[in-house]
């Protein structure tokens, strides 16, 4: 009996590409970036693990595409001036468990792998810092923006990573009252948390 060649399918690749992404982020958030598997990642997006190593090259560069995407998505998707608080309420939001905040999730549960660190950094804060600085008219803006990118990461660390008491079990509102408040001040043009600017503060040491 003669063989019937089945019909030819192009292949999606974007489509591909993004039940790639979407797997790979919640195996990232489960797991964290040590204990995941290309194995893994490619059963849950229906794939060959050839083709994840084709479309992204490796385990490194498919979570630095993971955070980048999930940064612009939510970036895009957020007013900015709801930006900071809707991730600070992310990584608070069930004390920080996998599938609060995908995007935090995954990089603070691989915040001690050495491999994926500076990458994933980079790719998170930059477009949410950029978003931030332009809510500031200070002329240091940028720096002002990225030092709540930093401080947003250390209260996930603490709460998620490390559970330091009494915030790892404080209340979402608590701490979001406590750090916008501070937000506010750092933000503004030549005032700190607190009033008066670093001129008078000096003045007052002095």
């Given at each position: ?28 958030s ?25 479309y ?65 950094v ?22 002002r ?49 607190g ?12």
């Amino acid at each position: 009996m003669p063989r019937q060649d089945t019909p030819h399918r192009p292949r999606d690749a974007r489509g591909t590409r993004t039940r790639i992404l979407h797997a790979a982020g919640a195996v990232f958030s489960e797991r964290g970036y040590e204990a995941a598997t290309v194995r893994d990642i490619a059963g849950r997006a229906g794939v060959n693990q050839a083709l994840i190593f084709r479309y992204f090259g490796s385990k490194k560069a498919l979570l630095t595409e993971v955070m980048a995407q999930g940064g612009k998505e939510q970036v895009s998707g957020t007013p900015p001036d709801r930006l900071f608080e809707t991730a600070l309420r992310g990584v608070l939001a069930d004390g920080g468990k996998p599938g609060s905040d995908r995007l935090l999730a995954v990089y603070l549960r691989s915040i001690g792998s050495a491999d994926a660190a500076p990458d994933t950094v980079r790719a998170l804060g930059e477009e949410y810092a950029a978003a931030l600085a332009a809510l500031s008219t200070a002329d240091d803006s940028k720096l002002r923006a990225q030092l709540a990118m930093a401080w947003l990461l250390g209260i996930g660390l603490m709460r998620v990573v490390v559970g330091q008491e009494p915030l790892a079990s404080a209340e979402p509102d608590t701490i979001c009252g406590h750090v916008l408040t501070a937000l506010d001040g750092l933000l503004r043009d030549g005032t700190a948390p607190g009033g008066g600017g670093a001129e008078q503060r000096s003045g007052e040491r002095s």
